[in-house]
């Protein structure tokens, strides 16, 4: 009887399958700074992207931060309204500025 | 042109200008970023990698990893464009469509695909457009990458042309567009769709439900992916679904837009003066990346050293990989594995040595392919906005103790 069952849970195992349920995918908590302007920040750009996608470019002029989001609300489509985008531009430039 | 539309016109432009001088003016090559710590965290069916990203999830190899001719896929880099990826797929229900211009449309379940057809491998190295993308200064757009978004793995699948056959094209069929199952936050994003020209297809195209004799890992497009040998990874649709064909060139931002680079011999514009014209990728460029020693690591002096990496190119096949221990101005071959895996896969190559001297030592690779083309120096590799196809020469410094 046991041989069985084994047999029978071996069949219905796929030989190679390893995604037999939900995948989780897991939540890095990214070490963002907290400042003036965060809220915009986590509610406009978290809804696409992980804020991995703003660490990973590293510290940038003004006007680099301000070509992203308008390559996001421009190509992307991200409803991003002129005033959130103003507020999440100035917390980028202070907080993963360079200077410039 | 009415007045009114002439300074319209000008105001865009000098947005357009604004929006360039955002890369400042004065270029400069570097290495690739290399000090990236690997994420305290697993993602399914991966070792902890290189983490950009968790959502969409990017997931960087480190340079150890390629010492090994074939990429485990553990280990294999991950890049998706959008934030919603499918997290269960039934494989008894999964279905690829094959519609548009042909005799007659028809949906194939995995089991069929498996069954229908010849199954085919082939070995191929995956890499992305914009993989070593940190070495370009100013700052470009797009994923700051090391040199870890490559691998190389076997890929088994059913021929594209054969799925294409039994559908049978259609008279003025020349496009083919590929879409996967991720999408977007926002219903008007543009969907992540590539499409190839027919001219583009050969044998050596499949679709592809195994990775190194395993099912596909889910976050490298489980269950089945496109597999484009000799170009770089953006057409590579994973989670593949849909295959339509058409006459004409449909257009999608992930093609007019992103992986493109300048239409002009070199490929290549200046921060300041961008290139009017450009073109999609496409094709790989020779390239080679050193697995061993890593940078700023420790050697006894006297030691046996063995350098290891891995070089390929876009199919044209490696004929030698270089090694210099003197900043480029002496180069001795190195030893390279057979070249049993075909040519659109790694070439593996090592050399051995001892070095003799205590302090600083810069350890060069660089391979050449049959028809003599070579990689540059990273200073003489030329910038693009897009930050796309760096094939600099690999520079790994150790300290001689």
């Known amino acids: 009887m046991t041989k069985i069952i084994l047999i029978t849970l071996l069949a219905l195992t796929p030989l190679f399958a390893q995604v037999k349920e939900n995948i989780e995918v897991p939540y890095v908590a990214y070490p963002i700074k907290m400042g003036k302007g965060f809220d915009q920040v986590n509610g406009n750009c978290l809804m696409c992207h992980s804020f991995g996608y703003i660490l990973n470019q590293g510290p940038q002029p003004r006007a680099f931060w301000k070509a992203k989001i308008h390559k996001m609300i421009d190509a992307f489509k991200a409803p991003i309204s002129d005033e959130d985008a103003k507020i ?9 500025g360079n200077g410039k | 042109m009415k007045r ?20 400042g003016s004065e270029v400069k090559i570097q290495q690739p970023i290399d000090n990236r710590p690997i994420s305290k965290f697993n993602f399914p069916e991966k070792r902890p990698m290189i983490t950009h990203s968790d959502r969409p999830p990017l997931l960087e190899s480190t340079r150890d990893v390629f010492t090994q001719a074939i990429t485990p896929n553990d280990e294999f880099f991950v890049r998706w464009h959008m934030p919603e990826i499918p997290t269960y797929t039934d494989p008894e229900k999964f279905t690829i469509s094959v519609n548009g211009l042909v005799q007659k449309e028809y949906v194939i379940s995995l089991k069929d695909l498996k069954n229908d057809f010849e199954q085919v491998e082939v070995t191929a190295v995956l890499q992305c457009g914009g993989n070593s993308r940190s070495a370009f200064l100013p700052t470009t757009g797009g994923v700051l990458w090391g040199s870890g978004a490559m691998g190389c793995a076997k890929w088994k699948g059913v021929r594209l042309s054969d799925l294409l056959h039994r559908a049978g094209l259609k008279e003025g069929a020349q496009w083919i567009g590929f879409n996967g199952m991720e999408t977007a936050a926002y219903y008007k994003t543009p969907g992540f769709v590539r499409e190839l020209h027919l001219d583009e297809l050969d044998d050596h195209v499949i679709v592809a439900y195994q990775m190194n004799g395993e099912d596909l890992p889910y976050l490298n497009g489980y269950p089945v992916r496109l597999i484009l040998p000799g170009y770089y990874s953006d057409s590579w649709v994973k989670m593949l679904k849909n295959i339509t064909v058409t006459s004409e060139y449909q257009h999608h931002f992930f093609m007019d837009e992103a992986y493109r680079v300048p239409d002009n011999a070199t490929e290549s514009e200046m921060p300041d003066h961008l ?49 210099s221990l003197d900043g480029g101005k002496t180069w001795e071959s190195s030893i390279l594995d057979n070249e049993a895996r075909g040519r659109y896969a790694y070439r593996a190559f090592r050399f051995s040595f001892k070095p003799k001297t205590l302090g600083k030592l810069e350890i060069m690779a660089k391979a050449v392919d049959k028809f003599g083309h070579e990689q540059p120096f990273a200073k003489n590799v030329l910038w693009n906005r897009g930050g796309y196809k760096y094939n600099g020469i690999d520079v790994v410094t150790v300290e001689v103790v």
């Open chain 2, 275 to 323: 290139a009017k014209k450009t073109k999609p990728i496409t094709k790989m460029n020779i390239k080679s990346v050193i697995g061993f020693p890593e940078d700023n690591s420790t050697i006894a002096m006297n030691s046996q050293l063995v350098v290891r990496g891995v070089a390929f190119d876009s199919g044209i096949g490696i004929k030698d990989v270089l090694i």
């Open chain 2, 4 to 23: 009114r539309d002439f300074f319209k016109t000008a105001a865009v432009m000098g947005a357009a200008t604004l929006g360039s001088s955002a890369f």
């Open chain 1, 88 to 96: 999440v531009e100035d917390y980028l430039a202070t907080y993963y």
